[in-house]
């Protein structure tokens, strides 16, 4: 089942602070945020494990609420280079680790 | 580290023709590769799960005889579409886990199919 992203979009301005949840109806077991830009293939940022810490990538965190289901990526500082469309990708622990990716939340960064 | 090439990066092909598209690990091992497809600004949906020397895992609704998958060895998966119709052009994209590493998928640069 598709894991939910909110919001759909953020416009920001450079500097400011966001966050992009990402929620899941069924139990997880690591949930993968990527980021890709127009034409182009996600890159990967950070994968959060159940029963593993926050994680952080430079100025990119995020945290995983396994009783929730639910997991946050906190955008601090924003640049313009962040801009592009984030999406989460969850895993329900299957033996090939395939990944449901949500809708997507397109960031916008304006100078 | 951690890259994964396609190619080609975009084709242009007649309807009822077939196409394949080659999946890359450049310099990690990938037991398993994922192909996924992407219509624009929607998500990336899983199309089937590749497993090296063993057949293709399909998902609900891909028809496994039109989109052919082989993962022949650790570096290399393809994707044939065979038959293609106007209706198949996409945005296909690979990813592929490495076999040493952690469960993080790392995805190639995708192929852009359009069918005339």
């Known amino acids: 089942q598709q894991p939910v992203q909110s919001p759909q979009a953020v416009i920001l301005r450079e500097g400011e602070d966001a966050v992009i949840n990402c929620s899941s109806s069924k139990a997880l077991y690591s949930v993968h945020w990527y980021r890709q830009k127009h034409g182009e293939a996600p890159v990967f940022l950070m994968i959060?494990?159940?029963?593993?810490e926050q994680m952080r990538h430079e100025k990119i965190s995020a945290s995983f609420n396994e009783k929730k289901q639910q997991s946050s990526l906190y955008l601090t500082a924003s640049q313009l280079s962040y801009s592009g469309t984030y999406f989460c990708?969850?895993?329900?622990?299957?033996?090939?680790?395939?990944?449901?990716f949500g809708k997507g939340t397109l960031l916008t960064v304006n100078p | 580290g951690a890259v994964v090439s396609q190619h080609p990066s975009r084709v242009i092909c007649k309807s009822g023709t077939s196409v394949k598209i080659e999946c890359r690990s450049l310099?990690?091992?990938?037991?398993?590769m994922f192909w996924y497809r992407q219509f624009p600004k929607q998500s990336l949906m899983l199309m089937a799960t590749?497993?090296?020397?063993?057949?293709?895992?399909?998902e609900q609704g891909v028809e496994k005889d039109k989109f052919l998958i082989n993962h022949a060895s650790l570096t290399l998966s393809t994707l044939t579409v065979t038959s293609a119709h106007p209706e198949d052009s996409s945005f296909y994209i690979c990813?592929?886990?490495?076999?040493?590493?952690?469960?993080?998928?790392?995805f190639g640069p995708g192929t852009r199919l359009t069918v005339t």
């Open positions: 310099d990690f091992q990938a037991t398993t």
């Open positions: 959060l494990l159940k029963g593993g």
């Open positions: 590749s497993n090296e020397g063993s057949k293709a895992t399909y």
């Open positions: 990813s592929a886990r490495d076999a040493g590493g952690g469960y993080e998928q790392y």
């Open positions: 990708g969850t895993d329900s622990g299957g033996s090939n680790y395939k990944l449901t």
